[in-house]
């Protein structure tokens, strides 16, 4: 394998203001020297991992990065901007830029330049090297690690991005992989601890990518143990795998640190420690005094009684905005949730399509059942989905509290979820119950308890204690005021016609298409499944309008793809396939990798289609029972030809409003060749 980088691939007077224009200058010049085939395609895969999330880091630092069918072999370019480029890092732009691809499929390349590069742009003296070489040779050298120690620092003898390394860091070199049943029973009391000997802290770094800031992380966390005179030990869960503690040196720890941003795996290894549980940002940037606050706990000897990680332990750093973690805890509602809608809504659907409309007064099938006739079958579904669906509110309720407060918030928001359906409070009372029980229970866990108690706190006081609390403030507080809304909701839904009918379509096909499953897909998906619960003319109509908007993103792109090829890549044309079945079959996400490589020209154009679609099912009176399956659940559409026509002209208004804004964009001076001739091809024939 030629080297990684070399003096070609270094741009020490980058002059791009822009992230995409940095990636741009960076990645011609790897098509310059034939490490990329298609610069567009390659762009794009780009793009769609930097939409996934920012690549900037604390500290002037911005990795993009992607793996790529454009990419022939693993690539590492590197600009230095004096004006600097926002990469989307707390602290500002930056102006250390490193653009790395990778071929598709070469994951272990990938991550190992990925984890090492992150690694060594801790080390000060590497960075400010960088910062002050005059020579592109001696750039791509100092990142080659080739560099003297005395230019680099310690961390260039070892981390060069062509040197193969553990994919769970080196602090693990001292922890041979263990099953996850050798880990100590909880309950087991740790070894007597010397105390002359050094405080031992073990901790788990992780990051939606597992890649860069598991690593910086991990790296922060040693630095900072070893200026504390702490002996630590430390797992990295990243994309490439992980190699767990050995359970001899999780029991003889002091402390535990989790900086993360996804689920810690395994984290009941570690019950019964002093805990300090953070974001991974914060690992990285408040090392020390994270060093200090898990001594701290241990000396005042409090313990963690956290069960199993949760959704919510990607809630990030303490600084989250208030409005930030609500959402968060709100998502996490109903992504437990949406499984729920999918299994119980299809069973309904099938119930009706087998057995019509009556078979909602079948009686039980417990009690009558004829195996050869159609309709016990059809009421079976129908029954066994009706229960599914009857766990909706609890669920939403209990998951909300569970994002909030871990394990025990479900005892209390799934009995707070009940009551909303037991005093008709419907999805608005599961909401609120859901928040009240988190909230309850946070509460409580910041009582100070005495030792003897903490073993029984998460198994009965706290579940006891939270239960009784959301259920007087549901039955007797605030669950009559918001039953009282949902009925007045339900009302105004029942009773919508007209232009009021028409504009909330619109309103609510913009929502759908606006984050092609975000949260404010979500909300607004909630919104019509909610109605479900109850179903009346009106809820029925909200279902359709929002499924026939979220049916449109794909479909339009997929349509682009077809009657426009040479504005789409290779790749998008390929997605484009995949994008007819998803979006026929009502999965919005089929159009994120659209967005993500186009986001200015593609999101308002889905926007503009699903505006239309929601607006004219409104018009034509649609009503849906069903909560999911686009266009195969067409039976249980209430005017079905005219709901089709509603889906047909948003796809046509998306797909013409994309072919224009991608049209009027300036043509680019310089195409990868494949790419040029391949569309010199498609004009020819046209």
């Given amino acids: 394998m030629s080297e990684m980088i070399t003096a070609d691939l270094v741009d020490l007077d980058l002059a791009a203001t822009t992230k995409e224009a940095a990636a741009r200058s960076l990645a011609e010049r790897m098509v310059a020297l034939g490490r990329v085939t298609d610069l567009e395609g390659f762009l794009g895969d780009v793009a769609a991992r930097e939409a996934q999330m920012p690549t900037g880091l604390d500290g002037g630092i911005g990795i993009p990065h992607c793996r790529s069918a454009h990419v022939t072999e693993p690539t590492l370019a590197f600009g230095r901007s004096a004006a600097g480029v926002d990469f989307g890092a707390p602290d500002g732009p930056a102006d250390l830029i490193f653009l790395i691809a990778a071929p598709a499929g070469a994951d272990d390349a990938h991550l190992t330049i990925l984890s090492s590069l992150a690694r060594r742009l801790m080390d000060e003296t590497f960075t400010s090297a960088l910062r002050t070489t ?33 994919a769970a860091g080196p602090a693990e070199a001292v922890a041979p992989a263990a099953p996850a049943d ?183 099938v417990a009690e009558h059942f004829v195996w050869t006739d159609h309709t016990s079958w059809a009421a079976l579904l129908f029954q066994v989905g009706g229960l599914a669906f009857s766990f909706l509110v609890p669920v939403l309720a209990g998951y909300i509290a569970y994002g909030m ?36 229970v946070m509460a409580i866990q910041r009582v100070p308890i005495p030792a003897p108690l903490r073993g029984i706190m998460p198994v009965v006081v706290i579940p006891l204690v939270s239960s009784a609390v959301v259920g007087f403030l549901m039955f007797l507080v605030v669950g009559k005021p918001i039953a009282e809304l949902q009925k007045a909701l339900t009302d105004w839904l029942s009773g919508l016609s007209g232009a009021n009918a028409v504009i909330l379509g619109v309103i609510l096909g913009l929502m759908m298409c606006f984050d092609l499953g975000g949260p404010l897909n979500k909300v607004a998906y909630a919104f019509a ?56 079959s009502f999965i919005t996400e089929g159009a994120i990798p659209f967005a993500a490589a186009d986001p200015l020209r593609v999101i308002p154009a889905a926007m503009a289609g699903g505006a239309v679609s929601g607006g004219l099912s409104m018009a034509f009176d649609c009503t849906l029972r069903a ?17 089709l026509v509603a889906i047909v002209a948003g796809t046509l208004v998306s797909t013409a409003t994309v072919v224009l804004l991608k049209g009027l964009r300036k043509a680019q001076p310089e195409q990868a060749p494949a790419q040029a001739e391949e569309e010199t091809k498609v004009l020819a024939a046209a």
């Fill in 405 to 440: 407060a871990d394990r025990p918030g479900l005892v209390p928001g799934f009995v707070g979820g009940a009551i909303a359906l037991t005093i008709n409070a419907g999805f608005l009372g599961g909401l609120i119950a859901g928040l009240l029980a988190g909230a309850t």
């Fill in 627 to 643: 909560p999911h399956g686009g266009i195969f659940v067409v039976p249980l559409i209430g005017n079905p030809f005219l709901y």
């Fill in 134 to 166: 005059a020579d592109a040779d001696a750039a791509a050298s100092l990142i080659r690690g080739e560099a003297p120690a005395t230019d680099a620092g310690p961390a260039a003898e070892s981390d060069s991005p062509g040197e193969p390394e553990p």
């Fill in 182 to 364: 050798a880990a100590p029973a909880a309950d087991e009391a740790p070894p007597a601890r010397d105390d002359d000997a050094p405080f031992r802290i073990v901790a788990v770094t992780s990051c939606p990518t597992g890649i860069a800031h598991t690593y910086m992380a991990a790296e922060s966390l040693q630095k900072a143990a070893e200026a504390a005179g702490v002996h630590i030990d430390v797992e990295t869960q990243g994309s490439a795998g992980f190699t767990r503690l050995d359970p001899e040196t999780v029991r003889a720890a002091d402390g535990v640190i989790f900086a993360h941003d996804v689920p810690v795996r395994d984290k009941a290894r570690f019950a019964g420690k002093p805990t300090v549980d953070v974001g991974v940002k914060a690992g990285i940037s408040r090392a020390a005094a994270l060093v200090d606050e898990v001594r701290g706990k241990a000396e005042r000897g409090e313990v963690s009684t956290a069960g199993p990680a949760t959704p919510a332990d990607s809630a990030g750093d303490p600084g989250d905005g208030y409005g930030t973690r609500l959402r968060k805890w709100l998502m996490s509602g109903v992504s437990y949730m949406v499984p729920f809608v999918a299994a119980g809504g299809l069973l309904i659907a099938l119930g009706f399509a087998i057995g019509g409309y009556e078979i909602s007064d079948a009686k039980s």
């Fill in 529 to 584: 499944v909610g109605g479900l619960a109850n179903p009346n003319e009106g809820s029925l109509k909200v279902m359709a309008a929002v499924m026939a908007a979220g049916m449109v993103p794909p479909l339009a792109m997929a349509l682009a793809t077809v009657v426009r090829k040479r504005l789409f890549t290779r790749t998008e044309r390929e997605n484009g396939k995949a994008a007819w079945v998803l979006g026929a």
